[in-house]
């Protein structure tokens, strides 16, 4: 019977500015002897991309705008990280006491433009004073990993980078590709045949998305430290993808 199998990486360190992801994890799979195989998937929290990146910010560094300025008023949230809200951002879709939605400048729609306060620290500094931003292109992001892990073990790899987001119709947060190298985001079965023959004519599957919720149950969301996830068995080829399979163009957002 067909398997999916998805394991956390052990041993994986608290990633600071520069770190090589690829010798991180290629380390991590030598001492849980784990080979990696052709269309093996592994998924990264966008946490650790960012930092390797280097997009953490001082928020004591931020000067906030007017615009800023009027945002945090209604929704209660320091002008300074608003700021920097607004500068990943497209557009503020909806502001509210507690609440910022906007579109990230990425393409999708999520609150408070990912930047995130948990699990962030800069050195040994105090880390309330410090926000991480997404990366800045995840799809490069997963590329280069994907190409660096390719020229160590020769095998075909997808790679996918997730960040948690909340969903417009269900209460709770899940996690979400934001970026990926060498897997589907999406699988069209328009012209294939459902159990009872009949040809399925609407039907396109958000791959990336579910493999991206399975990966963040073992991530989790708090102390658990494992920021990266095995995949083995993905029931589709993979091919080349992008995060823009999955960005559905504003004129066919039903809520805007």
Excluded at 1 to 13: D, G, K, N, R
Aim: charged letters at 25%.
């Amino acid at each position: 019977m067909p398997a999916l199998t998805l394991t956390s990486l052990e041993e994986v360190p608290f990633i600071r500015h520069g770190d090589d992801l690829a010798d991180i994890i290629l380390a991590s799979l030598i001492g849980m002897q784990l080979e990696l195989l052709d269309g093996d998937i592994l998924v990264l929290t966008q946490k650790i991309v960012s930092k390797a990146e280097g997009r953490l910010i001082e928020i004591a560094s931020v000067t906030p705008s007017k615009a800023a300025l009027r945002h945090a008023g209604i929704c209660g949230k320091d002008p300074r990280l608003v700021e920097l809200i607004l500068r990943e951002s497209k557009s503020v879709l909806r502001v509210r006491p507690g609440l910022l939605i906007v579109e990230h400048r990425l393409g999708f729609v999520c609150a408070n433009a990912g930047i995130d306060h948990s699990n962030v620290q800069a050195e040994d500094l105090n880390p309330s004073e410090w926000v991480l931003l997404l990366p800045e292109h995840p799809d490069d992001s997963a590329e280069r990993l994907r190409v660096a892990l390719r020229k160590r073990t020769k095998r075909t790899l997808g790679i996918m980078i997730i960040d948690s987001h909340g969903r417009a119709w269900r209460n709770g947060t899940e996690g979400v590709a934001i970026g990926l190298a060498g897997m589907p985001a999406l699988v069209d079965l328009r012209g294939q045949h459902d159990l009872f023959g009949q040809e399925l004519l609407t039907t396109t599957v958000g791959v990336a998305d579910e493999l991206a919720a399975a990966a963040s149950l073992l991530m989790g969301q708090a102390d658990e430290g494992t920021p990266v996830i095995h995949v083995r068995g993905f029931p589709y080829p993979l091919r080349e993808g992008s995060l823009s399979e999955i960005i559905r163009p504003e004129r066919e957002d039903l809520f805007r």
